[in-house]
């Protein structure tokens, strides 16, 4: 089951740039919310702040305070943990080269010492594939043929399978569709709405068509602040802010 | 080749103005290019086949089922072999490799992975560098102190310490490169997955990287294998068996050494054999091991 992610006054810095000014926000349980801006304006930041990724970064550092569900992201959990409770679905597909597709889906339960017999983990792979609507493609080589030989759009499918084998409480996903086709697009955009029943999405795009068929929330970020946030429906049509307007309206960005 | 249409001349046909100038001249250049590498390839190949082959003419005549498992007879008795000298140098190479390519794996992994940019970083590299430039001789004096000097005889144990210092450099310099190829987003994906970092970098990142690195390994041990000069005062030699690490043991590279500047001709032809085996040695081990990686890839994995 989703849960929702709560943010409350979130600063990002990499050195002495901030690149996040005070970010409060929440994203509803089982639902999806979109985050759309300018290039640049921190929205990569801002969802790599969530699973603590921000922080690998050589002198980068957050302040804040980032909930998911009731766990405190940035208070006695390690970063590690946190990452298990958070799926993320990079801009680029990046399935592990040397593994098979099946390898690729049980990685992070295998890397992370999860004990299951070989019955176990033939489920949940399956599971996971036909969650991601890929297991109809590679389910007769399924151990043999390598995560990257598969198309650009497979790849990415697979790695939302690798995300969701390990069970978490909500996806990151951003730009996820950025270097795909108009296909493979809309079969992930079909899998966020089946993902929803069942995960809290958070998902970065520049597509604003992207964000009014997927997302129930929109969130309007610019120069690291978060100008707007609101329902979908409301943001596209009526929104509040004129800087939201000019956005969506292609005045500039 | 010449028969099949190029791209180029498939356009010259159609927009027969000004194209055909440019690719006639890129056709020319192409051609060019091609067969000065494939000149480089044949210049590279040439001594290689040259020495393989003259040794195989020198050597092969003497190599017999009695080279292969007897020890040396004295000067004057016909006969006798290098059995031990081929024991002494697996062993003493198994050693190093023992000692070397954790060392190396580890040093190369701490550069690429932890010590990118830092103080000790800075100074391991240039450690490692230098230590690559620094005639085996005096790596043999260095084993000869630390070892010899230490346990107050020559043993295999010094031997391969001394080789082992030889391997280092290379593998840890390789490794750190090969792991510095390997695309970040591999690494975030398994951050994203909460696996912790030890457990990414052996697992997914060394994993990415293990066909390069295991050249850099066997390019390292290939070095080495033939290595003499740091075995003089380390390893010493032996006219015997010995399964002792801690004694004095014949190694390949000794043995030729010494025979060959013998003024017997038996000898010579000895050490002839015994260079055509250490070579026959490298080759063998660096392909069952490249054999052995490539069983394990996956149909379309780089
Ligand atoms: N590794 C980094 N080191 C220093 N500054 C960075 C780094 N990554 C991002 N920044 C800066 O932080 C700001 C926000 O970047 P971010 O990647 O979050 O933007 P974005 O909204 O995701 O843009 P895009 O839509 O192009 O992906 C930018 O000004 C960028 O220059
Ligand atoms: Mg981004």
Redesign the pocket.
Known sequence: MGVSIQVKNLNAWFGKKQALFDITMTAAANHCTALIGP?GCG??TFVRCINRMHETIPDAKATGSVKIGEVDAYNGTSAPQLRRRVGMVF?KPNPFPTMSVYDNVAAGLKLNRFRSNAKQMDEIVERSLKNAALWDEVKDDLKKKSGASLSGGQQQRLCIARALAVEPEVVLM??PCSALDPISTGKIEDLIFQLKQNYTILI?THNMQQAARVAEYTGFFLLGKLIEFEKTTKIFTTPSDKRTEDYITGRFG | MSNSVTPNQAMAGSNALEIPNVSKRRMVTDHVMTALSVSAMFLVLAPLLAIFGYLVYKGVGSISWDFLTQTPKPVGEPGGGMANAIEGSAVILGLASLLGIPVGIGAGIYLAEYGRGGYLGFIVRFVSDVLNGVPSIVIGIVAYSLVVLKQKHFSALAGGVALAIMMIPTITRTTEEMLLLVPSQIREAAFGLGVPQWRTTLSITLRTALPGVITGVMLAFARVAGETAPLLFTAFGNQFWNFNLNQPTAALPLQIFAYAISPFDEWHKQAWAGALVLIVMIVVAVSAVRLAVSRGNLRGAH
């Open positions: 290039s929205k990569s801009q951003d730009e970065v």
